[in-house]
């Protein structure tokens, strides 16, 4: 009998977390607070190591605002079919241009990750603020 590998994308689960604690200033401890996942369950998706069950999934997926559709594959890991990139219409640019790079079969995830960083500085330097364009139009 074969194993079957999960269909749940546990590194960019991690990585979400990871980036949004880092944006908000948050411990494992106040991300465990509001989502009622423990503070090791959360350290073990960021490293790698956990797999989180169905409720933490969606604990998790809803306090990102991210798709749960992102993180399931809906096809054993190493298969080689491309798949859609799936995201909300109000979640960041540099997040769904990250995500779209992740997606690229063309690049190696550690190739995906620079890239997504360098266009996140480079969105961060030149994007303006809503206040911003508003006194451009004038």
Do not use: C
């Not at 999960?6 to 944006?23: F, P, S, Y």
């Not at 369950?41 to 809803?62: F, Q, W």
């Not at 798949?83 to 550690?110: C, G, K, M, W």
């Not at 360098?118 to 451009?136: G, I």
Request: glycine letters at 4%.
């Amino acid at each position: 009998m074969t194993r079957s590998k999960t269909l749940v994308n546990t590194e960019e689960l991690g990585r979400a977390i990871r980036r949004r604690r880092d944006e908000l200033g948050l411990s494992l401890r106040d991300v465990a607070d509001k989502t009622s996942v423990s503070a090791s369950t959360l350290s073990r998706i960021e490293n790698g190591t956990g797999k989180p069950d169905a409720d933490n999934i969606a604990r998790l997926t809803v306090w990102l605002d991210m798709p749960m559709e992102r993180i399931l594959s809906g096809k054993a890991a190493g298969a080689e079919e491309a798949s859609a990139v799936i995201y909300f219409p109000h979640e960041s640019t540099p997040e769904i241009v990250e995500a779209h790079l992740r997606a690229d079969q063309n690049l190696t995830p550690e190739t995906a990750a620079a890239l997504s960083e360098l266009f996140r500085v480079a969105y961060t330097q030149f994007s303006r603020s809503p206040s911003d364009k508003a006194r451009k139009r004038r």
